[in-house]
C-alpha cells in the first residue's frame, strides 16, 4: 500500500538556539493531517543513485489531538554537512516538499500507571510538547518531563513545559550537562531519572533522541526489571543514505 503523502510548502523556518532551527510547514494537498502527538513525519529529499533519500521529524505542534491540523512544526539540530541540515538551514519560505506519515508509537496510552516519565535530550523533547495538551487532562497521572541539553542557550520550548508544569501533577526537569544554572539541575537526564527512584509497579517511560541516551537509559530500566512494553522508545538514528 503506498504511503500518506501531502504536498506541503515551508511557511517559516526560524533559528531558536544557536544549534536548532523551528520550521512550520503548511499542508496542500491534502489540506490537513491527522496525527497522534507523539508521532514523525518523514520528508522525501530527492534520490542519490536511485536511492530514495528520506529523512525523518517528530511533530512538535502543541494541540489538543493532532486532528485535521493544517500545519506541521518541527524542530531540527544541524549536523556538520548533513544533507536535511544543509537543506533545512538554508530553506526559504515557499520552499515546497513531499511528506509522509504520520508514522511511530511513542504515544501517550489509554491506560497511563501512577507515574510517566518523559525523556529527551534536544530535539527529542519535541514529542512531549506536542504532548501537551494531552498531558493537561491526565490528571490522575504524575508526569516527570526530562529535557537534556549541554546549555541552558541550547534548550528552547522552556516557556510551553514550565507552563504546563504550574499544573499539579506535572514536573519539568530541565537538566545541563556542561553548566550550572539556576531552576536547572546539573548533570545528565539518565542521573536526575535514577533519583526520581523508576518503579516497574508504578511507572512507565518514553524516552527519545539521542540513541546512547536511549540505549542507557532503557538498559538502566530494564535492570530494575521493567518490562519492554513499560518503556517506549524513539532513537534519532542517522540514515544510512
Ligand atoms: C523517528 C525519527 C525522528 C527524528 N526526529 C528528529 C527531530 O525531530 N529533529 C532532528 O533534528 N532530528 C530528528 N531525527 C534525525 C533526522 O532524521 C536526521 O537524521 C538528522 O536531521 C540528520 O540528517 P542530515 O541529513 O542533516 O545528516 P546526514 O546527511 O544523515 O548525516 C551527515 C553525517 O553526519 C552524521 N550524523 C548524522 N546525524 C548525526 C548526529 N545527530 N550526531 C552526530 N553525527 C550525525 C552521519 O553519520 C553522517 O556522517 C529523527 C530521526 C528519526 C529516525
Known amino acids: ?40 513525519v518523514s520528508f522525501m529529499l530527492g534520490t542519490e543513485d536511485d536511492r530514495p533519500i528520506k529523512r525523518s521529524y517528530s511533530i512538535a505542534n502543541m494541540e489538543t489531538n493532532g486532528e485535521n491540523t493544517t500545519y506541521i512544526e518541527f524542530v ?37 500507571p501512577d507515574r510517566v516519565f518523559l525523556v529527551g535530550t534536544g530535539t527529542g523533547v519535541a514529542p512531549y510538547r506536542s504532548m501537551i495538551e494531552q498531558i493537561k487532562s491526565r490528571t490522575d497521572t504524575e508526569f516527570h518531563i526530562l529535557f537534556g541539553a549541554q546549555f541552558l542557550k541550547d534548550m528552547f520550548y522552556l516557556d510551553d513545559f514550565k507552563a504546563v ?31 526520581l527512584e523508576p518503579n516497574p509497579e508504578t511507572d512507565m517511560a518514553y524516552l527519545c533522541g539521542n ?24 532513537k534519532y538514528v542517522f540514515s544510512r543514505f
Open 76 to 112: 531540527i539540530s544541524y549536523v556538520d554537512g548533513g544533507k536535511a541540515s544543509e537543506l533545512f538551514f538554508n530553506a526559504e519560505p515557499g520552499m515546497e516538499m513531499e511528506m509522509t506519515g504520520p508514522f511511530g508509537l511513542l504515544c501517550l496510552t489509554d491506560e497511563l
Open 165 to 195: 508544569a504550574l499544573l499539579d501533577h506535572v514536573h519539568f526537569h530541565p537538566c545541563l550537562s556542561r553548566e550550572e544554572k539556576p531552576g536547572c539541575v546539573a548533570g545528565y537526564v539518565q542521573n536526575k531519572l535514577k533519583e
Open 211 to 234: 540513541p546512547n541516551m536511549v540505549d542507557e537509559v532503557f538498559e538502566m530500566l530494564k535492570e530494575k526489571e521493567f518490562g519492554v512494553k513499560q518503556v517506549k522508545r524513539e
Open 1 to 40: 500500500m503506498p504511503l500518506p503523502s501531502f504536498q506541503v510548502h515551508l511557511e517559516t523556518n526560524e533559528p531558536i538556539t544557536p544549534n536548532t532551527r523551528k520550521l512550520v510547514f503548511r499542508l496542500d494537498d491534502p489540506k490537513t493531517i491527522t496525527y497522534k502527538p507523539g508521532q514523525f
